[in-house]
Every structure is written in C-alpha cells, then in structure tokens.
C-alpha cells in the first residue's frame, strides 16, 4: 500500500519566491509534473517586498542577457495570470554634470535601449525639486505590482496543473528526494531556490560563494504631486549599484564625487529611486547593508535618509510615510548562484538583489540545463 505521505513528480521547487516560481513555470512548459514546497503560507519575502522593477538595460554580462529573456515572460505571463505589467521605461535623473556624463557614455553603449533626454523632458514625467539638467530614458524596462504578481502566477501555474504544499518545509533536500514536513517528496529533478536561505540546506556551499543576506530598507508614501508617475525613476546614486554603469569611464569620478560629498549616504548603500503603486502612493528607497545573520534591530536614521534624500529630489519639505518595511535577498560576491550539490539537485539563487529583473531568464538556463532542451 502506497505510504499516504509520499508524492513524486519530475521536478520538485523549494521556495516558492520569484525564482522558484520562474523555475516552475519553465518545467511545465515543458510538459514535466511540478510540485512547489513553499514554508509559508503564500510569498512573503523578497519577492513581494521590491520596487516591481525589471531593470534589464541597467544590467550587464549575464543579468543582461537573462533581463532581456525575462521582460517578454514577464509580459506573457502577465496576459494569462492577469496581473499588471507594463513596460513603462526607467527614467535616470541628472542633477550634476558628472551623472549627465555617465549617461550619455551609457547611453552610447546601449543604442536604441538608452537615450538622451533634456531637463524639460525629465519634468514631464514626473516632479522634480530644483538642479535636474537631464536624464536618460530607457524605454524597454517593465514595472510590475510586486504584492500581486507572485500570487497571480503561483495561482496561474496551479490552473496548469502544478501542485503547491504550502506552509511546508524542506528539510533534507539529496539525489531523488527531499524530506517535508508533510512527508518525503520523490522527484527526478530537485531545484532549491530559497535564496538567502540557501546556508540552512548547504551551509558549506553557501559559505564557498560567499552568500550573505542583504537588508534594505524601503517606504511607502504619499505622492506629494499627486501626478501619475508610469516609470521607474533613478538617480544618481542607483548608477553606483548597476552594473552597466560600471562600464561607463566616467563612473569612478561621479563615485569619488558622491563619496566625499555624502560618505553617510553611500555607506549605508542609498540607491535613491522610487516606483508608483497602483493607488498612487510611492515605494521609495531603499539601503543595504550585509551579514550572514542580521541583527533584529532597525536604525531609523537609514529611514530618516530615504526620507530626506526622497523630499530632497522630489522639492518637497516632508514625505507622508503609510508603510515601512525591511527587504532580505541574497548577496554573494557574483550576480548568480547555480551549484549542483549532489546529482539531480540544483541550487539556483540570483545573489545580487535582481530577482524581479532576471529570475525568468535565469530559470529557463537553469531548466534547459538540468532537463534538457
């Protein structure tokens, strides 16, 4: 008689965040049997708690190419599972020279994805305090609702015949087979993604790449403007994070420029750029900080700089705060974490804070790889 508490499938999906869900969604294109173990009761952690920004063109190497893949899933995806997407653009603020001077070197590298635009141009996006000069517009980047897309494409992946066990946790995860707290799930193909929590299934190959957990600190607020806001606005700070800025010879000026100018803001890792919600109110943000365990306490003062630096961009005295939270993701010294600990075990995390943005082109090599064209 069969045991009660076993099941089987062709791939079993540890972590039911973006990554995971992208994973599950290219095995059953595949026509294989999916089943999703998820420990809480729906996606609670990075993947929900992000700007809802794909920021493809900002990428580079690797990011990049899997950016590019995953912008036209996104927009599939979003037409099936009925969620909101949209490839609203990301606007880049200039408010000095030497910002205006790595956006025009990027925008040279990037051709048709990056161009020019003027200081007129910028404030007919969005409102903006005094010392905007220009800015780059990329057109092909996407915003999603981050509290609603997971759900909808968990929901949709569901319709299709994949089986989620939420509220269930992995414990031992080898060749064939992990055991849940539900029971043991048999499976040819077994893929971890529970990104920063990688340590607590192979702490030694966690420890290997280097992976740490990053916290960040995000807000919700009112829209002091009261305008509608369709792109993703970044600033000079955010060009210190990207990986195509990098690429630009201007770059390490404008980074010694903010250094010595604002030492506080880039310590605590400001990336200064917010998205508009659906009701019209602003995600802003957001800082970075790293450990392998967090400490529990908050500083209020990394809130306080979203804050100030938020008002300051935006010409305003206050921001009106409805929401505070703190983000997690994994971070490690290279963008993605792709390990085979033991045969038909894969461990795919993206470790550099751009889930949203590469996590379904990332997936498809992941399961291209491990199943097979």
């Known amino acids: 008689m069969a045991n009660p508490d076993t099941e089987s499938a062709d791939v079993l999906v540890i972590g039911a965040g973006i990554v995971g869900l992208a994973c599950a969604h290219e095995a059953v294109e595949r026509g294989l049997s999916v089943l999703v173990v998820e420990r809480d009761e729906r996606a609670v952690g990075a993947s929900v708690r992000n700007f809802g920004h794909a920021c493809a063109t900002a990428q580079s190497g690797k990011a990049l190419d899997y950016g590019r893949v995953a912008r036209e899933t996104w927009l599939r995806l979003s037409e099936a599972a009925g969620f909101w997407a949209r490839r609203t653009g990301t606007l880049m603020v200039a408010r000095s020279a030497d910002e205006l001077a790595v956006l025009e070197e990027f925008a040279g590298l990037r051709g048709d994805e990056a161009r020019m635009v003027t200081a007129a141009e910028v404030a007919g996006h969005a409102s903006f305090g005094p010392g905007v000069i220009g800015g780059a517009w990329l057109p092909q980047d996407l915003r999603v609702d981050p509290r609603e897309a997971a759900a909808k494409i968990a929901a949709h992946l569901e319709a299709r015949g994949v089986r989620f066990r939420w509220n269930t946790s992995a414990h031992t995860v080898e060749t064939g087979q992990a055991a849940t707290s539900r029971g043991l799930v048999h499976a ?90 659906p009701d019209g109110t602003l995600t802003i943000g957001d800082t970075h900080s790293y450990a392998t365990t967090l400490a529990p306490f908050q500083d209020e003062e990394l809130d306080a700089a979203v804050l100030r630096e938020t008002a300051k961009l935006l010409g305003v005295e206050r921001m009106t705060v409805r929401e505070r939270w703190r983000g997690v993701y994994a971070s490690a010294p290279q963008p993605f974490l792709d390990a085979t600990p033991a045969k038909g075990v894969r461990v795919a995390a993206v470790t550099a804070g751009v889930g949203m943005t590469t996590a379904f082109g990332f997936a498809r090599e992941i399961v291209q790889d491990m199943i097979g064209r």
């Open 188 to 277: 040819d193909h077994v893929i971890l993604a529970t990104g920063h929590d990688v340590d607590r299934h192979f702490p030694g190959l966690a420890a290997e790449h280097g992976v740490q957990r990053c916290a960040l600190r995000m807000l919700r607020v009112d829209n002091p403007s009261g305008r509608t806001i369709e792109p993703a606005v970044q600033t000079g700070y955010s060009m210190l994070r990207y990986g195509g800025f990098a690429e630009c010879p201007s770059l390490p000026a404008l980074r010694d420029r903010l250094t010595a100018e604002t030492p506080d803001l880039v310590g605590i890792g400001l990336n200064l750029m917010f998205t508009q919600r």
